[in-house]
């Protein structure tokens, strides 16, 4: 293993909002991991405020990862997609970087949507492409919305039964995933994440607060990531990033401020650093 892993971050760049690239790059860089970010669109902020600016760089990528065919990363972490066509391009830089490094490991995050509801941007086409990424990755993570969209599943809500999340995360594994990490599964104060790979299935919970924020499915999955690049199992890394986003958005909640403004992670990021995860 590097002594600094690095990883290649496909994600959109959003001015306002913390999340996506905003989110992955601190958190890769606190917790010692080179982050290389590859923007696949640039918003003024998400598309969850009213007025946002939108420029797709589906163009540029063929290019962009086409000058990083001499590097090699020990992970690529893909999550917001700013067109059908992007998907295409991305399973092939996935594709190359496998052929380059057969050890180089997928985190896919299915974002699409949250609360029922896909993004505006959107499309059923798009799900299509995502669900064809998931496939070729090793470990996706969904929220019970994605879930939902990625398997065809009706969606009712994130209460779900034990084993209907178990039923859910089967049919995800289905698509052919090496592993799957189901986020945001909600049982009165407390939230499950359901991680089920090769076999086996653990539901962990952490204490929720009861306000919802954006971006805490991008924490959730860098803080993941950033444990993943640094050799820890997906258990650990689960867990490890559930306590985070239990933290933050505890402390959040205290802030009193607008949901829209996301977590307020900041304060502590440094936590991330040496130590937390011990
Ligand atoms: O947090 C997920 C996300 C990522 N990127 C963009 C978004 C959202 C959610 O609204 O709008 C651009």
Not at 218 to 227: M, R
């Amino acid at each position: 293993m590097r002594s600094v892993p690095r990883v290649a971050c496909v994600n959109d760049l959003s001015g306002y909002g913390r999340c996506s690239l905003t989110t992955a790059l601190p958190v890769l860089s606190v917790m010692g991991v080179q982050a290389c970010p590859a923007p696949t669109a640039v918003l003024s902020m998400h598309t969850g405020f009213p007025d946002f600016t939108f420029t797709d760089l589906t163009d540029q990528l063929p290019a962009y990862f086409e000058s990083w065919s001499h590097l090699d990363f020990d992970w690529i972490y893909s999550g917001f997609l700013g067109s059908v066509g992007q998907a295409a391009y991305v399973r092939a830089f996935f594709r190359m970087q496998r052929e380059k490094n057969p050890a180089c490991r997928i985190l896919l995050d299915p974002v699409m949507g949250d609360d029922g509801r896909m993004y505006s941007t959107y499309t059923k086409e798009l799900c299509s492409a995502v669900r064809e990424l998931a496939a070729g990755a090793d470990v996706i993570t969904p929220n019970v919305t994605e879930a939902c969209l990625l398997t065809g599943t009706p969606y009712h809500g994130e209460a779900l039964h034990t084993d209907e999340a178990y039923a859910l995360a089967d049919r995800l594994l289905s698509l052919g995933c090496g592993a799957v990490v189901v986020t945001g599964i909600v049982r009165d104060d407390i939230i499950c994440n359901l991680t089920c790979e090769n076999g086996s299935r653990e539901l962990t919970a952490v204490h929720r607060t009861k306000r919802l924020f954006s971006g805490t499915g991008d924490l959730f999955a860098s803080v993941l990531c950033g444990a993943l690049a640094k050799g820890r199992p997906l258990s650990e890394a689960a867990g490890i990033a559930a306590r985070f986003l239990s933290d933050v958005t505890q402390y959040t909640m205290e802030q009193n401020t607008d949901p829209m403004e996301g977590v307020l992670f900041e304060p502590l990021l440094a936590r991330l650093g040496e130590g937390y995860d011990a």
